[in-house]
């Protein structure tokens, strides 16, 4: 079983920054790949960005590329993403997710294991 939570979200202008944290319970985090999603109101959730195991790849949707940056740190259990140059259409309830399925990285889709309850991110224009 693993619990994650999320944290580091707010209110911000056009422009600024938000490193979002993903923290994980249980000895098992290094087994699984992890990924942020996110959900604008009245719109479907969407992948974000998702990373290996062991942090050696990472993906990216299209329109955060070159401003989002995704990383882990197995040691804490801790996953983060860091969001640079943020616009009003980032502005969402951000997710983590863990899944087993190390394909996920890959297709930024497919059954995931583990969800935590999300951290509104808003930006202003």
């Known amino acids: 079983q693993v619990e994650l939570v999320e944290s580091g979200g707010g209110l911000v202008q056009a422009g600024g920054s938000l490193r979002l944290s993903c923290a994980a319970s249980?000895?098992?985090?290094?087994?699984?790949?992890m990924g942020w999603f996110r959900q604008a109101p009245g719109k479907e959730r969407e992948f974000v960005a998702a990373?290996?195991?062991?942090?050696?790849?990472?993906n990216y949707v299209d329109s955060v590329k070159g401003r989002f940056t995704i990383s882990r740190d197995n040691a804490k259990n801790t996953m983060y993403l860091q969001m640079n140059s943020l616009k009003p259409e980032d502005t969402a309830v951000y997710y983590c997710?863990?899944?087993?399925?190390?394909?996920?990285?890959?297709?930024?889709?497919?059954?995931?294991?583990?969800w935590g309850q999300g951290t509104q991110v808003t930006v202003s224009s």
């Open positions: 997710a863990a899944a087993r399925n190390p394909r996920m990285v890959v297709t930024g889709t497919g059954p995931m294991d583990y």
């Open positions: 249980g000895r098992t985090f290094r087994s699984y790949a």
């Open positions: 990373i290996t195991w062991s942090g050696g790849m990472t």
